[in-house]
């Protein structure tokens, strides 16, 4: 039976220990594909550790898709796609280059959800918003960090900060980069700009409106909007269960394939080592293919572990990663950034270098402190435990409801909000109407699919992040009463 | 001689009601083209009202070009172009067909500057910079408004705000264009973004990347990249003193026409009367027709009257205005705005409205509170006598130096610089680079032009709002050794 040693570790944890060093055995091919994986319990008799690491081990390697599950049956190694390209030692930065350590570990979870904004109305119980109830905003320190920087850096304030954002700000997040998600990044590749839709139209401008971009479909619905209002060329590509379709990929005449490898919206799928593989050597085939990395989310994933970022697979500077703090602090400050491989930056500088900032010195700074300073951390493990509360009394809500006999739940994790599909007779689309007459707003999962498209098993994303706990019992019977 | 009665004015200063009566007999064919208007001297005797009113009356017509004056002769009255298009009255708007109202008034002079950023560099000296010094921002009052705004407003700063901005923001900022322009605008009009060149970027997609602009030339140079970097095609047209020579923009293919008709950035033209209406013209002709309206330095005028908008003046919603806060409050705060004609902020909504905000609620609705609070007009007239003074200082070491028989100061009227001309036998060039060596920074008239260009008299732009006042008999001696 497969054996390692536990006696020199260091700072990780058995289970993170126990998943590097089978995924190591994987990728140096110690481990060959459809190799049987021994049975939890067997394996952890044998390396004398309990079986719940052996279970949070193997659930990592098979979200990742370095191992599949038969069932019934046990957990096998996967035919992992080898990355044919190597780097071009000229090219690449060192930083960048590296493997991701494994602090990446010391954040649990991610997740979270985005949906089509429109302007408030007048829903009692809202599953389709995502925003910030103001009690959540630490508005304390917030506030105390901003009269620090007044009084400390009154001078910085009114300098005309460097288009892509102050150093502070930018070393802030290539550490946040680092602890987090155990990506190596250079500040120096950091791009600051006020809001994700912002950063789509400068890379369009960087890298090119003659390119044919692709997106994911089903998808986030805002991207194709802003494309289609960029004047680009756009395609739709399908998903299946490890992501992209790499034969629809392949068959495309794309350039830039934006995608949400971690955490796709809003099926949760999360794109298989395999097919991350399969997508870095279809970028690295041409010279003029990226890959922009939508990782809108990373910050709250509520089970799961820590999915690494396909940026820090990338060793030919194919991989242009972007995040949000509209996510994990609140949509209502406009702060978003970019990780542009190096080459990339340096054609950034030349040719659209002139732009002026888009975000405020003062929320800059202030934002700059607020990570340094720890509190950007403890804000998300607040927020963490506060939505595995809300999903919590949510799914326990819908159990005991007659709900229960009728619904299946899937992707509970995958982010701040579920599937959930209904048996009824009814469509998605009357089940819709009815909610809207009781005063629930509900977005089906049809309504991310380009063109017309109907799930025959009506499914609803249930977003939880805006929900009051109060709120949730009220809201889970009336949603009873809609099927 | 003419005879105006001075008995029923209301609010008006006997200046506005002078200069209201001579413009309305121009207007309305009263006074006819080449009539000549009575001398200074006699027409004060006449109405019995001091020289100085008749003074300021007649050089506000003349900046507007109402009429002329020939030297040693006196004052005529131009030949005005007619508005030969007139409103389709199911299109407009009622409050933004309106007459200006004289609050325009209440502000008494507008200028300012832009200059193309860099970095910060080691400059002894920065005759380019526009940064606001840090002594000038009322940090006090922001942090204040701020901690208010934190306290009153916790849920309103969690709420996603409509994409152009928040209501209270654009209704503060359509006050402020009625009481400092004297603009009849609707808050509905208004759309909030992070800086003018992100709006540059959305008026492109509104608009039309197929469509050929114009811009000045001189000008602001970054307006020539960002149309560069949006790959759109763009057409440089010439100055002549009234402002964008109309036998070129005639002659050249351009739909969009996007100008700083109130003040011409850098060589401080303003368009007259006649050229705006020539303007309009131009732009009614045409369904695709517009012109943008650059208004970026409207707050400071040091000497001038107010001129009015050209915004003002379309009565067939062919002129969008933009205007920012990145020059009256501060560059380091990113707030912008424009003000659409009716019908495009329809199609806006339609093809645009999508997008989120690209500012921050906390600092919108600071803004507003610091607009609605008078805050910001108080901060306008301090800033305007710091600015005079700043000018005065140095024009008067100018005078006291060697250098002030070698030069020529013009458009000291023109926003936070002027414009000096040299008497030397170096070139711009080389008196560019003696200046480096000095720790001078100075920018040429011809760096605005596009394409190379050399004025044969070397001409710089000296700004002058980022000076210390202990610094400018320096900075005058350091500058008399360069030529």
């Not at 508005?139 to 150093?167: D, H």
């Amino acid at each position: 039976m497969l054996t390692y040693s536990f006696s020199d570790i260091g700072n990780a944890s058995l289970y993170e220990h126990l998943y590097h060093s089978i995924k190591e055995d994987i990728v140096s091919g110690t481990l060959k594909p459809q190799d049987r994986l021994p049975s939890k319990r067997s394996f952890a008799k044998h390396l004398n550790i309990s079986t719940i690491t052996i279970e949070n081990a193997y659930a990592q390697l098979l979200a990742e898709g370095y191992i599949y599950s038969l069932p019934k049956k046990g957990y096998y190694v996967s035919d992992i796609t080898e990355l044919v390209y190597s780097p071009k030692s000229d090219r690449v930065h060192a930083s960048c280059a590296s493997e991701a350590s494994s602090s990446a570990f010391k954040q649990e979870s991610d997740a979270g959800v985005s949906v089509v904004k429109e302007a408030p109305v007048a829903y009692q119980v809202d599953f389709a918003s995502n925003q910030t109830c103001a009690e959540r905003f630490p508005f304390a320190t917030w506030m105390k960090l901003m009269r620090e920087i007044m009084a400390e850096k009154s001078t910085e304030l009114m300098t005309n900060p460097p288009g892509i954002g102050i150093p502070e700000l930018r070393a802030a997040i290539a550490e946040h980069l680092q602890q987090f998600r155990g990506m190596q990044v250079s500040p120096e590749q950091v791009i600051i700009g006020a809001g994700t839709e912002y950063l789509y139209g400068l890379l369009i401008q960087l890298l090119g409106r003659e390119k044919v971009y692709a997106i994911e479909n089903p998808g986030y619905t805002k991207i194709a909007r802003i494309y289609a209002a960029q004047q680009v060329a756009v395609r739709h590509l399908s998903m299946d269960r490890s992501g992209i379709c790499m034969e629809e990929l392949e068959q495309s005449d794309c350039d830039i394939l934006h995608i949400s490898p971690t955490h796709h919206f809003p099926t949760g799928i999360v794109t298989s080592i395999n097919r991350r593989n399969e997508l870095l050597n279809w970028a690295a085939a041409s010279d003029g293919r990226y890959i922009i990395e939508d990782d809108y989310d990373c910050e709250f994933r509520l089970m799961g572990k820590p999915i690494r970022s396909l940026q820090s697979l990338d060793q030919m500077e194919k991989v242009i990663y972007i995040n949000t703090f509209t996510k994990s602090l609140t949509s209502t400050i406009r702060i978003s950034y970019m990780v542009l491989p190096p080459h990339l930056m340096e054609l950034f500088q030349q040719k659209l270098g002139f732009y002026s900032a888009t975000v405020s010195n003062f929320e800059q700074y202030t934002l700059a402190k607020f990570l340094r300073e720890g509190y950007f951390e403890k804000h998300i493990n607040r927020m963490r435990k506060f939505y595995r509360n809300q999903r919590d009394e949510l799914l326990s809500c819908i159990k005991k409801s007659p709900l229960s006999s009728k619904v299946t739940i899937t992707e509970e994790d995958a982010g701040l909000h579920f599937l959930l599909r209904i048996q009824s007779s009814l469509t998605e689309a009357q089940i819709q109407q009815k909610a809207a007459a009781k005063g629930l707003r509900i977005s089906s999962l049809s309504q991310f699919y380009h063109g017309t498209y109907e799930h025959t098993v009506p499914t609803f994303l249930i977003n939880y992040s805006a929900l009051r706990l109060e709120q949730i019992p009220m809201a889970v019977e009336l949603l009873g009463q809609c099927i």
